[in-house]
Each structure stands twice: as structure tokens, then as C-alpha cells.
């Protein structure tokens, strides 16, 4: 029977793909300066998957189940890194946008580290949601 306690679990691996792609991307367009459709490319991933993390967020708020004890400790961790997560995404991509109009070398490379923070805020909350589901044996 379908609920709507799967919408998380369909759409929480999106944002995990999207986002650690897109950063691989604009990781490659260090080493090849010329290629501008993978800085194009790293910024379509970043505002797709800022949608889908907020997409994310929203259903694992909204139509997952409360938790106690250690799953619970472990479920508010993985809320917490989405949270941020979601927070970096946005700014990442508010600073990429500010940069389609006007070159900034200084703003250009926190854009960069932020988005690497994203990358890694979002693998994070990726363990932890695995976590749940593996060990705590959170349906799906």
C-alpha cells in the first residue's frame, strides 16, 4: 500500500546525487579552464538540487514518523544536517546567480567553498538517514 510516509525515501536521493555531481563539475572546471558548459553545468546541478533538498526536507518533516531514544538522537542529527544543508544550498546558489551577471574572483571562490560544504553536509545527512533505515530499521 502506498502512503505518503514514502515520499521522503523516494525523493531524498536526488539532492545527494545532484549536489555532489554538480560540485564534481565545477571541481572539473579547475582543471579544465576552458570547458565552460562544466561551470554550467555545476550550476544547473546546484539549483536542481537545492530544489530537491528542499523538497526532501520538507517531506521528511511533514510525513515521516516521530522517533525515540537513540533513534530519535540520530533522526534530529540527520534533520540538523539537512537543515544546513539546505541552508548552503540556498546561499550557494543565491551567490552563483549574483555571479551570471558580474565577475567576482572573491565572491567566485566562496561560492566554490560553500558549495563543497554542501557536498559534504549532504553526504552527511545521507549517512545519518542510512543509518536509520539499516540499523534502526525505519520503514521505508
Given at each position: 500500500m502506498f502512503t505518503t510516509a514514502h515520499f521522503h525515501p523516494m525523493l531524498v536521493h536526488f539532492p545527494i546525487a545532484l549536489v555532489v555531481?554538480?560540485?564534481?563539475?565545477?571541481c572539473a572546471t579547475l582543471y579544465f579552464k576552458k570547458e565552460a558548459c562544466l561551470s554550467k553545468l555545476g550550476f544547473y546541478l546546484l539549483l536542481a538540487g537545492t530544489l530537491m533538498a528542499a523538497l526532501a526536507l520538507t517531506t521528511g518533516a511533514f510525513f515521516t514518523e516521530e522517533m525515540s531514544g537513540a533513534a530519535g538522537a540520530?533522526?534530529?542529527?540527520?534533520?540538523?544536517?539537512?537543515?544546513?544543508?539546505?541552508?548552503?544550498?540556498?546561499?550557494?546558489?543565491?551567490?552563483?546567480?549574483?555571479?551570471?551577471?558580474?565577475?567576482?574572483?572573491?565572491?567566485?571562490?566562496?561560492?566554490?567553498?560553500?558549495y563543497g560544504l554542501a557536498a559534504v553536509s549532504v553526504s552527511i545527512t545521507g549517512y545519518y538517514g542510512g543509518t536509520l533505515v539499516y540499523n534502526y530499521m525505519m520503514p521505508l
Amino acid at each position: 500500500m502506498f502512503t505518503t510516509a514514502h515520499f521522503h525515501p523516494m525523493l531524498v536521493h536526488f539532492p545527494i546525487a545532484l549536489v555532489v555531481f554538480g560540485f564534481i563539475a565545477d571541481c572539473a572546471t579547475l582543471y579544465f579552464k576552458k570547458e565552460a558548459c562544466l561551470s554550467k553545468l555545476g550550476f544547473y546541478l546546484l539549483l536542481a538540487g537545492t530544489l530537491m533538498a528542499a523538497l526532501a526536507l520538507t517531506t521528511g518533516a511533514f510525513f515521516t514518523e516521530e522517533m525515540s531514544g537513540a533513534a530519535g538522537a540520530i533522526k534530529d542529527t540527520h534533520e540538523d544536517f539537512a537543515w544546513i544543508t539546505l541552508g548552503l544550498l540556498i546561499l550557494t546558489s543565491i551567490l552563483r546567480i549574483i555571479l551570471q551577471k558580474k565577475e567576482n574572483t572573491r565572491l567566485k571562490w566562496t561560492s566554490f567553498t560553500l558549495y563543497g560544504l554542501a557536498a559534504v553536509s549532504v553526504s552527511i545527512t545521507g549517512y545519518y538517514g542510512g543509518t536509520l533505515v539499516y540499523n534502526y530499521m525505519m520503514p521505508l
